[in-house]
């Protein structure tokens, strides 16, 4: 016989609450909400029980059960919640564990804990095919048939349709640390197919633009240390000083990119990070060996790789233009130069110009308006605690990042953080006009400087170098990514901002940000903002209901 009389707690709560398994829940319950069309919707049910329960089967019941996929919301160690000089807005910075993994339930089944709250995360993809109108979703807790527990959600539809993103938003892709992980051999089709993979999810999640490796990536790698090699361009060397060229890998990497709704294509930095020194690690064949023939020992301004830019970057450029992508293609320099590095920096910019003309576009991520009003740099991308003085000065296109120093006042997404903290960054962009958002970390896996490779479920800080949160918001999975909170929280906050530009095209910029700055004690910035989550649900809330009686006053 069944014992029945100890039953499973459970609570509604919005997508931005972080339910941990030591405490008592400290959101309010959150029972009913609205989303456009196109739009991805989430929630969670926090659940617990006085005892174990294993395998509780998880049912739901809705006419909208076809679009609705489940996830246990996951524990994930950090050792490094945060650095010593962070802020105030933190949920906790004790070392331990952090709700951030989301594992599909697949067999829809849950072990309830004795005394410790966990959440099932709801997400419901809604097409355009939805009808409008409110629907009840309906989550229960059952064993063997007998229901011990049950939550309720309240989802209106509303009959507008999100409109396409108008962001271009890169996560860096680290196609070696997929090879690592993975062991599959650089290249190989094991290796292909895990990057389509990766690809897709991050598609899904608003990232159009992918970072390529036209050679390894000369990032966060160690001053004579290297990367494992995943290069798309092949390079022969065929005389002295003489180079043939390759791009079939390159060819099917766009190729995919574009087949999984990429929109932009952004090539790997051509010089090393922190200085525009040296070379990126390039192989090549030579006399039918592969060598390394360009790294850390090779001068940035020497003639040798001025040799070998002046016949790659011309094919590079003639390739992209046959290709009919030039107008989609993005350049780096060097990631984060200095302003003791603008010489260098000039330089190396000056050079890749020479080779790939004037009409293509370089974007790197630098803090010091200098590079900007030299004209050294025409697209800086600012960490969002750098930029006020971009948009003082009227930078079009505004782009902006944040990182592992970006821990004061403004948005980020370290686990540690609320998840407010990351969807506000939506409602900034929106204000101000940002066209692009740039981050480091969509899959990084190795420790700082990659000195070596790291297990993600159990090192989330590279090392103890950057907070949790910061080197990657998937997980590898079986034979593809795991997701995160963080990852479709920042999904969020980029439908924040196309559901306030669709608000913008029926009643105007005007009535927009009267919406955004309605109960706000000052003018939102990137450092001043509400950091409630209730604000941010309430002003979306607000937002949808604009858009409806738009749409009606209009029929």
């Known amino acids: 016989m069944l014992n029945m009389s100890q039953k499973v707690d459970t609570t509604t709560l919005s997508s931005l609450a972080k339910v941990f398994p030591d405490e008592e829940l400290k959101d309010a319950a959150y029972v009913k909400g609205s ?82 709250w966990r959440s099932v995360f709801v997400e419901v993809n809604l097409d355009d095919q939805v009808k409008p109108g409110t629907y009840e979703i309906k989550l229960s807790f059952e064993e063997q048939g007998q229901e011990l527990g049950a939550a309720a959600f309240q989802l209106e539809v509303i009959g507008s349709k999100l409109p396409a993103q108008t962001l271009t938003h890169t996560e860096w892709f680290h196609a070696d640390c997929l090879a690592t992980y993975y062991k599959v051999d650089a290249l190989s089709e094991e290796h292909w197919k895990l990057i389509r993979s990766f690809v897709r999810t991050a598609v899904e999640h608003g990232m159009n633009m992918i970072l390529t490796p036209l050679f390894t990536l000369p990032l966060d790698t160690a001053v004579g240390g290297e990367r494992p090699t995943v290069q798309l361009v092949g390079v022969e060397v065929t005389g002295q000083d003489q180079y043939g060229f390759d791009f079939s890998s390159l060819d099917r990497w766009i190729d995919m990119c574009i087949e999984e709704g990429v929109s932009y294509i952004e090539f790997s930095h051509l010089f090393t990070q922190w200085g525009v020194k040296h070379a990126p690690k390039i192989v090549a064949t030579v006399n039918g060996e592969e060598k390394r023939i360009f790294g850390w020992d090779t001068d940035a301004m020497g003639e040798a790789y001025g040799q070998f830019l002046s016949q790659f970057l011309p094919q590079l450029k003639a390739y992209i233009v046959e290709k009919e992508i030039a107008d989609r293609c993005y350049f780096h320099v060097s990631d984060e130069p200095s302003l003791e590095h603008l010489g260098n920096y000039e330089a190396a910019s000056k050079r890749l110009r020479e080779g790939l003309g004037d009409d293509v576009t370089f974007i790197d991520a630098l803090s010091n308006i200098d590079f900007y009003e030299r004209g050294i740099v025409e697209h800086p991308i600012p960490a969002n605690d750098h930029i006020t003085p971009f948009i003082e000065h009227g930078v079009d296109p505004l782009w902006t990042y944040y990182c592992v120093s970006q821990r004061q006042k403004v948005s980020n997404r370290f686990f540690c953080m609320p998840s407010a903290r990351n969807r506000v960054l939506g409602i900034q962009m929106y204000k101000f006009n940002v066209k692009g958002f740039l981050h480091w970390g969509y899959n990084f896996w190795y420790t700082q400087f990659s000195t070596r490779a790291i297990d993600p479920y159990r090192v989330t800080d590279s090392g103890r170098a950057f907070p949790s949160g910061d080197p990657f918001l998937v997980y590898p999975g079986e034979d593809g990514p795991i997701g995160s909170l963080r990852l479709k929280v920042m999904r969020e906050a980029l439908q924040d901002m196309r559901a306030l530009q669709l608000l913008e095209e029926l009643a105007g910029r005007e009535a927009a940000m009267a919406l955004v700055e309605k109960q706000v004690d000052e003018p939102i910035t990137f450092s001043s903002y509400p950091r409630e989550a209730a604000w941010l649900l309430g002003l979306r809330e607000a937002v949808n209901d604009a858009i409806k009686q738009s749409i009606h006053s209009h029929l």
């Not at 489940?70 to 709700?99: I, M, Q, W």
Request: negative net charge; hydrophobic residues 40%; contains cysteine.
């Open 35 to 116: 989303a456009l069309l196109d739009e991805s919707y989430s929630f969670q049910v926090a659940y617990r029980s006085a005892q174990l329960w294993k395998g509780v089967s998880v049912r739901v019941q809705s006419e909208l059960a076809p679009y609705i996929t489940l996830y246990e919301v996951g524990l994930a160690p950090s050792e490094l919640p945060n650095h010593a000089d962070h802020d105030e807005h933190c949920l906790r910075t004790a070392p331990g564990l952090y709700p951030d993994p989301l594992y599909p339930l697949s067999e829809a089944k849950v072990d309830v804990m004795a005394g410790q």
